[in-house]
């Protein structure tokens, strides 16, 4: 199955309540990050065309560039703690037996969730600092301090799935890197 397919058909195998913040989290992201990626393709390509027919570019074209990579960027660290694939330094961890990479996850999990809610916490008071200085983005006329409103929102997603992964870790037998990724290595055998 594809990312895409497993995203589409994502359903959270978390318990009651949890589960169901689980799910909506991920659709939220991928709404999100579909949107936006698309946006910033339409408007590229929009961009290059009207620069090369009509010799100007799109004067709000590379702050809206910049929106959509900052909305991109916070979203997909979300993204790829649900489905595991953050970097990771794992020589000791794997060297564990299962109850040692267990343990070690659920800390890992929880420590990089306080660090995601520390992070969101600060991003707040950044947030509000911008809000008090007034600056507006020169073309869109937009207040800068709403273009940072996804930083604050992807920490919180993001430290949301590393609780949500601790706990999967504490309630199930398998060793989970994510709520819905377990712990292991693909056999990548090819048939000559």
Known sequence: MTDEETEKNYRSSLPGFLGVIDTAISKL???ILAMGVLLMAL???????????????????????RILIIMITFAGIGYAARH??????????????????????IVIALFTSMVMFFLLYYSVFYIIELYS??????SLGLPIWII?????????????????????????????????????????????
């Not at 200085?133 to 020169?138: A, C, S």
């Open 29 to 31: 992201e991928a709404v």
């Open 43 to 65: 408007n590229t390509v929009t961009n290059v065309i009207a620069r090369f027919v009509f010799g100007n570019s799109i004067m709000f074209s590379g702050e809206l560039n």
């Open 84 to 105: 595991g694939r953050h970097i990771r330094m794992s020589a000791i961890y794997d060297a564990l037996p299962t109850g040692g990479r267990k343990v070690l996850m």
């Open 133 to 138: 200085r007034g600056r507006v983005l020169p």
């Open 148 to 192: 940072y409103l996804w930083v604050p929102l992807g920490f919180l997603i993001t430290g949301i799935q590393y609780l949500l992964t601790a706990i999967k870790n504490m309630t199930s037998r398998d060793v989970y890197l994510s709520t819905g990724v377990v712990d292991g290595y693909k056999d990548t055998e090819t048939e000559v």
